[in-house]
């Protein structure tokens, strides 16, 4: 799926540049955006370092584990294939937690280390279990309380209430992310349902 | 007000962090660099991820191919009251945060931010996140090839957002 997807964007936006002539900033599309790829990379190895630091010091002061033992009912809820005594239930609920309070650059680390934790779990290493698509769709989905960057993007052009789409954004953050577990749920439950029928028949 | 008491998030997170792992009395200086350690590691491995979505999405978004895109989608919009300008955001934000963000700034600029179309921009922008980056980042770290009914899932609650953002901005302002 990600194949196709990534030949798609490539195929369809050369064929549009060279229908359109629009080749110039094709090219520097192209030259630049590699470029671009290791100034990025740059950046998150200094807050994954950084973050995945502070993570390991709560790690060892056990905060990590009373935080997931508090979260463990709606973690068993969302997640329903993972082991109760997997590091997968914590790191899931930093990842979380951290996306909630806006940092992003926090939660992408505790995200990727949740990922490597679940794929021990996985039985066919190349697809994503239930478990998977819901830390996605969680992520995907955004459960920022307050969307700072917005904000001060709004006063950076001079809004007169900048911050008057908080509450506008904390509904349609609760919509899209409700929408994407029940989405999530019936897609997984259907999934089950269909290997069940195989089995049976 | 909500600005300068957000921005107080991140420092008291860690403090309190800290000052935590130090009534446990945990080494934290030997475990912030144990831990720290492991994330040269992650930046290596999601970088070819990086750079192949930055690639892609770099030559779609220069193709002009969001125009077309937008023209495709104005007689749906129509039917279902979304202003029109918020549209070629729709249509990056699962693509790019940063491009979303630059196209945020241009509906500001064309539209006035306090304007109804910059006002569902906005929340549009705080309720979602860029699909793809993290569907490659996150299942590429792990070498998962298939992303099950992710992608799908979010794009109909992108959708979903898009609408709610409508309506509930012209319930409010």
């Known amino acids: ?201 | 007000m909500t600005l300068s008491f957000s921005l107080y998030i991140l420092p008291i997170f860690i403090l309190f962090i800290i000052i935590y792992a130090l009534i446990k009395k945990v080494d934290i200086y030997d475990a912030f660099i144990k831990g720290a350690k492991e994330g040269v590691g992650l930046a290596f491995k999601i970088f070819p991820y990086i750079v192949a979505m930055m690639f892609a999405v770099g030559i779609f978004s220069s193709s002009g191919a969001l125009l077309i895109l937008q023209n495709l989608m104005n007689p749906i919009l129509s039917l279902a009251s979304i202003p029109v300008g918020v549209i070629p955001l729709f249509i990056m934000r699962p693509f790019s945060g940063s491009a979303s963000f630059g196209i945020l700034a241009g509906i500001f600029k064309a539209y006035g931010v306090d304007s109804f179309t910059g006002r569902v921009a906005s929340t549009m922008m705080g309720s979602t996140e860029t699909l793809f980056y993290t569907v490659s980042l996150y299942f590429g770290s792990v070498g998962i090839k298939n992303p099950g009914y992710t992608i799908p899932v979010v794009l109909i609650a992108d959708v979903v957002g898009l609408i709610t953002a409508s309506i509930v901005c012209s319930l409010f302002f």
């Open chain 1, 1 to 201: 799926m990600i194949n196709w997807l990534w030949a798609f964007l490539i195929i369809f936006g050369i064929i549009l540049a060279l229908f359109t002539g629009s080749i110039e900033p094709l090219v520097n599309v192209i030259t630049s955006s590699a470029k671009d790829a290791a100034v990025l990379l740059i950046t998150l190895m200094g807050t994954y370092t950084l973050w995945l630091g502070v993570l390991n010091i709560a790690k060892k002061s056990g905060l990590i584990e009373q935080i997931a033992k508090k979260a463990e009912p709606i973690i068993a809820f969302l997640f329903k294939d993972i082991p109760k005594q997997s590091k997968a239930n914590g790191l899931i609920t930093m990842n979380i937690i951290a996306n909630m309070l806006g940092m992003g650059n926090a939660a992408t680390p505790f995200g990727l280390m949740a990922m490597k934790e679940l794929q021990k779990y996985n039985p066919n290493k190349e697809k994503a279990t239930d478990a998977m698509c819901m830390l996605l769709i969680i992520n995907a989905t955004s459960v920022q309380l307050l969307p700072l960057t917005v904000i001060s993007l709004r006063v950076a052009a001079g809004s007169i209430s900048p911050t008057d789409i908080i509450l506008t954004s904390l509904i349609t953050t609760f919509v899209t992310t409700l929408t994407g577990i029940i989405l999530g749920k019936i897609f997984a439950k259907t999934k089950r349902l269909k290997q069940n029928g195989g089995i049976k028949t």
